[in-house]
């Protein structure tokens, strides 16, 4: 009911906004938005890739732009990470739309999606990769099924030619299941929100945004036959605790952040960096009426973007972004459980260490070069971009530790090539990607009884994942065909992806993506 | 706000852990105990220290922070005159202390308490949980317990008794405690006691040989009401049969003596609990058991329940194992005395027993491990072989 509910809301939304918009068009004859109308968009502004809302008015919005798509996502193979599934099978609605209203800017995203994750072991939590490795599961696995429902807005307000004022809000929610037991319940809900202004002197920006997020995750294990199965707290670097027990768990997560963006917007070049950072606790809890913590997560995370934008990119686009990103990740973990005392009733307070250190770093430059033809086509345009990334983690048993370093770069690039025909306009891409890590080991300890709480096959597979030379290489093609619903031209579209990756891991693994979208970009 | 992240939390350091031990008050002035086992588990790695203590019944250790289990233990050989004849009887001394916080440098000091080991009679297999029929369903009347002669002498089995310990929810604190905390001298059992017939040298078990005591001693794998996914208790030595109870009688197996404890009409069958059931077995002196069971005073209305139960004298009891039942918070209804640790199994309809470790093997005899601490004397989440003593 609740996703009809949904569904139903969106769809009035999403026709009034339809409705508003065309009745301020004022050229209903022509196209509002193509293939490519969206990247180029973003590619011609360096303030896209910015935190800040109130950058939404940086964009250059001649009118509104939108899109409607269903999609179909099929990824399967061999590699994979350890909690991840075999074959990643995701199918929804999606649609977004960008339009300027007077001073007002605004941007907005809805997309409902089903995801069905087969031959899943390992994880009965929503998301198994996001830098939280405390996850719990079990190793009967299954089918995992999970929906997804995710909105996000943005308005930007032109105060006037110094003060541009912008919020953006995100709420996302999900559930997840499997049907066979044991089955995890989950229930997942995220919202963000995040205030901004740029001010604005001459050619040059200063930017401010803050950044507000909420996050929790219930989890709950059903048993539809009474048995008793083994349920794995994973703690990073493979370790874990096993229990019988079905407790509820929550996960809540707290993210207080912000970013500073400085501009600059000359005749030579335009360039937005931004510096953000934010720390974010995430504490876990298991139980209902006296919830006992396994966890406290912090996370200090640092970013830094800065795009430039070379000459004027009217024709040509010459875009090169940097970025740098550090992370901090400590496990609180109590040492001494909470336990009921015996004369009181009350639970006595719990001593904590850091257990779990996790530090990295991710540096990586990429640059865009593309002919236009208009702001809705280009002519051609290719995207080369590498990526260093470094890692070292640490479980520690005190003294004795898990301990893992990881280094590896990657290397990617694109040809893509627009055609506009009688017939459609089409767009057709290569691309490849190359990453090896170097440097890297991991040392697992020695004790033996310390030993048997660490998923070897988890640490390995993953350090694998990424240390053994991979290779990737894809085709995509886009066909966009102009059609004229209630006297406005639109585009019926479909685009289709194949993407084929090859590891060096042990017997040589692969893995397939397959990417349908077909839509309207009105 | 906008600095880059660094290290501000220091790596998680070990304390020292020193323990001394001693001899209990009323041995060598309570002097300092060498060369004791000394045992310490983490409670939350599982990962176990173990030292001797030296001349001054000291050790030391380096440990992480956290909860310990910290058990104590020395096997001593002494000389006794028992019926007029010089015995040599080994004497334990123990003690088990129970998550003991270790968050700075700690020093311990810990007296032990001695028991002498009967060398006789012991609890070789545990089975409660009961299995599971092929619909799913829970089955629990193929329960047994398996005792074992682990002397080298042959002993009579006639006249011993088996009781089941009143149990309420192990994971809450036990209500019959004395009030300062301490175990009373009784052990409250509860349902029925079975009591091996016999004159006195009608079931003798020979060094190294075991009985076995079932709920149903049937073969519960062919019964039309059986379980074939249970076990096959058709060769048992004795049944828990009760008149007019829920199994039938297996004409082929000797039924143990059945004292009823309850008072209001109850089950009509001995009581394990499938989650987690402590036991023991016991003598009564001289076998007077109308003296013992017949006296209402040794029977009390358990705290907080209308369960009637009869009063064991700890003095009186062989052998004894805690188990609770499957949960992280436990609270022991067995003294130290009995079972100074405890063992838990995976719980209700999972088909696992628990078993005695084999210490070692002698000209062919199985000696099976008995420090009075079930934490260490066995293992658990077995698959259930009852009348078989395995050698390894």
């Given at each position: ?30 196209l509002?938005a193509s293939l490519s109308t969206e990247s180029i968009l973003l590619l011609k502004s360096p303030w896209s890739v910015s935190d800040n809302?109130?950058g939404l008015?940086f964009l250059e919005l001649p009118?509104?732009i939108g899109r409607?798509s269903?999609f179909y996502n099929d990824s399967?193979g061999?590699y ?8 990643d099978?995701q199918?929804?609605?999606y649609?977004n739309g960008y ?8 941007y907005?995203d809805?997309s ?17 990769y ?22 996000n807005?943005k ?104 970013a500073?963006q400085f501009g600059y917007n000359g005749s030579a070049f335009q360039n937005m960096t931004e510096i953000s ?26 970013d830094v973007n800065s795009v430039f934008l070379f000459g004027q990119p009217e024709q040509t686009v010459k875009r090169l972004k940097l970025s740098f990103n550090d992370k ?32 990295e770093n991710t540096v990586s430059a990429n640059y865009d070069y593309y002919k236009l033809v208009n702001n809705n086509h280009y002519n051609w345009g290719m995207t080369v971009g590498g990526e260093l990334y470094t890692s ?15 280094k590896y770069f990657s290397a990617n690039a694109a040809v893509k090539k627009e055609m506009l025909t009688?017939?459609a306009d089409l767009i057709f891409e290569i691309n490849g990607k190359y990453q090896k890590g170097f ?26 994942y990424y240390?053994a030379a991979m290779s990737e290489i894809g085709a995509k093609i886009g066909i966009g ?10 585009q019926?579209y479909l685009n289709a992806n194949y993407t084929k990756q090859y590891s060096k ?5 692969d893995r397939t993506y397959i990417n349908l979208q077909f839509g309207?970009n009105? | ?392």
């Amino acid at each position: 009911m609740n996703r009809i509910k949904h569904i139903t809301f969106f769809l009035i939304v999403l026709v009034a906004l339809f409705n508003v918009c065309r009745a301020n068009s004022s050229d209903p004859d022509s196209l509002r938005a193509s293939l490519s109308t969206e990247s180029i968009l973003l590619l011609k502004s360096p303030w896209s890739v910015s935190d800040n809302a109130a950058g939404l008015q940086f964009l250059e919005l001649p009118h509104r732009i939108g899109r409607v798509s269903v999609f179909y996502n099929d990824s399967k193979g061999d590699y994979h990470l350890f909690q991840q599934g075999r074959e990643d099978l995701q199918y929804g609605f999606y649609t977004n739309g960008y339009t300027h209203l007077k001073n007002w800017n605004f941007y907005g995203d809805f997309s409902y999606y089903s995801q069905v994750e087969k031959e899943s072991r390992w994880t009965d939590v929503m998301e198994s990769y996001n830098d939280n490795p405390y996850t719990l599961g079990d190793d009967i696995g299954g089918k995992y099924i999970k929906e997804y429902f995710d909105m996000n807005a943005k308005a930007a307000w032109h105060a006037n030619e110094q003060l541009n004022v912008g919020f953006e809000v995100n709420y996302q929610t999900g559930v997840g299941t499997r049907r066979k037991d044991p089955r995890p319940v989950n229930k997942a809900t995220d919202f963000r929100f995040k205030p901004g202004i740029v001010y604005s002197i001459n050619k040059f920006n200063v930017g401010l945004n803050l950044k507000i997020e909420t996050a929790k995750e219930d989890i709950e294990v059903e048993l539809v036959a009474d048995s008793t199965y083994t349920f794995y707290h994973f703690k990073g670097l493979g370790v874990f605790t096993s229990s019988y027990e079905r407790d509820l768990r929550t996960q809540e997560a707290t993210t207080f952040g912000g970013a500073l963006q400085f501009g600059y917007n000359g005749s030579a070049f335009q360039n937005m960096t931004e510096i953000s950072f934010f720390q974010k606790e995430t504490d876990i809890k298991r139980g209902v009426s006296v919830p006992l913590q396994v966890v406290l997560l912090e996370n200090f995370q640092t970013d830094v973007n800065s795009v430039f934008l070379f000459g004027q990119p009217e024709q040509t686009v010459k875009r090169l972004k940097l970025s740098f990103n550090d992370k901090h990740i400590y496990g609180h973990e109590p040492v001494v459980e909470p336990k009921q005392v015996q004369e009181n009733y009350q639970w006595s307070t719990a001593a904590k260490y850091v257990l779990y250190w996790h530090q990295e770093n991710t540096v990586s430059a990429n640059y865009d070069y593309y002919k236009l033809v208009n702001n809705n086509h280009y002519n051609w345009g290719m995207t080369v971009g590498g990526e260093l990334y470094t890692s070292e983690s640490s479980y520690y048993f005190v003294p004795e530790k898990n301990e893992q370093q990881l280094k590896y770069f990657s290397a990617n690039a694109a040809v893509k090539k627009e055609m506009l025909t009688s017939f459609a306009d089409l767009i057709f891409e290569i691309n490849g990607k190359y990453q090896k890590g170097f440097d890297s080991y991991y040392k697992l300890v020695d004790e033996e009884t310390l030993l048997k709480l660490t998923n070897t096959d988890f640490v390995e597979n993953d350090f694998e994942y990424y240390n053994a030379a991979m290779s990737e290489i894809g085709a995509k093609i886009g066909i966009g065909k102009r059609i004229k619903m209630y006297r406005e031209w639109m585009q019926m579209y479909l685009n289709a992806n194949y993407t084929k990756q090859y590891s060096k891991m042990i017997n040589n693994p692969d893995r397939t993506y397959i990417n349908l979208q077909f839509g309207i970009n009105f | 706000m906008f600095l880059f992240a660094c290290e501000k939390y220091d790596i998680p350091q070990t304390y020292d852990f020193d323990i001394s031990v001693y001899y209990p008050d009323s041995l060598f002035n309570a002097a300092p105990l060498p060369n004791a086992t000394i045992e310490i588990v983490n409670k939350q790695t599982g990962r176990k220290y173990s030292q001797f203590s030296d001349e001054n019944g000291n050790v030391h250790f380096e440990v992480r922070g956290g909860l310990y289990d910290i058990s104590v233990s020395s096997k001593q050989n002494y000389l006794f005159e028992i019926d007029g004849k010089p015995t040599y009887k080994d004497i334990l001394f123990h003690e088990t202390v129970f998550d003991r916080k270790i968050l700075a440098a700690t020093q311990l000091t810990l007296q032990t308490t001695l028991t002498i080991l009967n060398s006789g009679f012991v609890i070789s297999e545990f089975y409660n949980s009961g299995s599971r029929t092929p619909e799913g369903e829970s089955y629990s009347r193929d329960q047994f317990i398996e005792i074992y002669n682990n002397s080298d002498i042959t002993l009579f089995a006639d006249g011993l008794c088996f009781g089941n310990v009143w149990y309420k929810n192990t994971y809450t604190p036990n209500p019959l405690l004395n009030p300062d905390g301490s175990f009373p001298s009784d052990i409250a059992c509860w349902s029925y006691i079975a009591v091996i017939p016999g004159s006195g040298t009608d079931y003798p078990i020979d060094p190294g040989e075991s009985f076995v005591i079932a709920q149903s001693a049937i073969n519960h794998r062919d019964d039309p009401n059986g379980n074939p996914n249970s076990i096959d208790l058709s060769g048992s030595d004795f049944e828990l049969f009760i008149e007019d109870g829920r199994y039938v009688d297996n004409p082929g197996v000797a039924n143990a003596n059945m004292i009823q404890v309850h008072e209001r009409p109850f089950a009509n069958v001995m009581v394990f609990n499938v989650h987690g059931q402590s036991s023991i077995i016991f003598r009564i002196p001289d076998n007077n058991f109308q003296a013992f069971f017949g006296n209402a005073e040794n029977y009390i209305i358990a705290t907080g329940s209308t369960d009637r139960c009869v009063l064991v004298p700890d003095s009186w009891i062989i052998d004894g194992i805690e188990n609770p039942e499957l949960n992280p918070t436990v609270y022991k209804r067995l003294p130290n005395n009995i079972d100074s640790g405890y063992i838990q199994h995976r719980g209700k309809g999972e088909k696992v027993s628990i078993k005695r470790k084999v210490q070692k093997v002698v000209d062919g005899r199985v000696i099976l491990m008995d420090t009075n601490n079930s934490s260490n004397d066995f293992l658990t989440n077995q698959e259930p072989t009852p009348g078989i003593i395995e050698s390894e």
